[in-house]
């Protein structure tokens, strides 16, 4: 069998040589050494400041929001449900604008259009859908030009540069899962960066129950803390880190060099580097796409719809502009098999049973 995704295993050697460190200074959470010690490294790595790790992906997303208290938003329905979901359970009212059939992503005409119809939305909260950076030039200026906040949703995105900067650098604030199934991880984790440093420190006191520095209650905060043991995980896999990502992008090149010609694919940001965090292809022809996930199934290879419902559908009772380019691609899309362990070998099996069932 092809495997859709397997996690990284961190080294046990490795690992059980932070753990031993925990056990012996009893300090296994609330910003301990490891946490310390991740923070600056992933800082470091990705080429970013005021990174606060936090315990997930969907948390990080509603941290951020009442950081910088947004209480309503403009989002995508192309993404996991934990965009959406994220914000509905901080009570922010949301509304969908559609994504551009090119990139996959928020689209910029559409963002406009929607926010010169009703310019009540605080934020936009964008992801960057594969690894594959919004136009993020685009959206900053409807962003000036209407006065709003944007938070970008890159958990897909760990480790892209668009130019010479991180997709991170993007944004008021940029979002990151570490969960067990993503290109870099901490078992369950993840981390906020934001653009200024003050509303880094507003975070972090926010993820800590609202407790000050100086002991005293601020704010009604939450716990959102990342563990000792968790950024033991991180620690240990990050010393591999580039190895994993540019094995990742090299199958995503060879995918593309291979399916091109066969298949639709989301454009890519020009600027953009690869993580190969996911292989997405869209089919339009229901009978082929029929063809396709059969020949895959058939001869034992994992693939994913993903990501299907769009949101828009999944969420009716809420505000749409019209998504009728999401619901388009979210009935034709799918990823196929792609993570560290897979060969280029792997890679080629699969283009060629897609190639097949394609000119059936
Ligand atoms: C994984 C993911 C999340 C949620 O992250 P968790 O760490 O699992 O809470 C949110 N948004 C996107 C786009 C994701 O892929």
Known sequence: MIALNKPLAPDLKKLTEYLAQ??????????GPLHQLLTERLEKYLGVKN??????????????????????????????????????????DTAFC???????????????????????????????????????EGI????????KKIIYDASHAFGVDVGTKSVLNFGHASTLSFHATK??????????????????????QLINFGIKGDG???????NAKLSEYQCAVGLTLLDEIDDIISHRAALFNTYIKNLKDIVTLPKW?????????????FISSLKKQECVLQALKTNNIQYRR????????????????????????????????LHYHLTHENVLTVCNVINKAMSK
């Not at 290109?183 to 972090?204: C, L, M, P």
């Not at 940001?269 to 292809?281: D, R, V």
């Open 98 to 136: 559609d994504i551009s059939p090119n990139s996959f992503n928020m689209c910029v005409t559409e963002l406009d259009m929607a926010l010169s119809r009703d310019n009540k939305y605080h934020g936009i909260v964008a992801t960057h859908v594969y690894g594959n950076p919004c136009n993020v």
């Open 22 to 31: 925990v056990n012996e200074s009893g300090w296994y959470t609330n910003f």
């Open 216 to 222: 005293t209650l601020g704010k009604p905060g939450i």
């Open 306 to 337: 993903y990501f299907t419902p769009s949101l828009d559908l999944a969420f009716p009772e809420l505000k749409s502009f019209g998504c009728l380019n999401s619901q388009e691609v979210s009935e034709g899309i799918f990823c196929l098999p």
């Open 269 to 281: 940001h020009e600027k953009a580097t690869l993580n190969g965090s996911y292989m997405p292809i």
């Open 51 to 92: 990174l606060l790790l936090v315990s997930n992906g969907t948390l990080a997303i509603q941290v951020a929001c009442r950081t910088l208290d947004i209480e309503s938003a403009i989002t995508t329905p192309f993404s996991f449900v934990a965009t959406t979901s994220s914000l509905l359970w901080q009570g922010v």
């Open 183 to 204: 290109v870099f991880h901490t078992i369950e984790g993840g981390a906020i960066i934001f653009k200024n440093k003050s509303d880094f420190d507003k975070a972090k």
């Open 140 to 147: 900053e200026s409807i962003a000036k030009k209407y006065n």
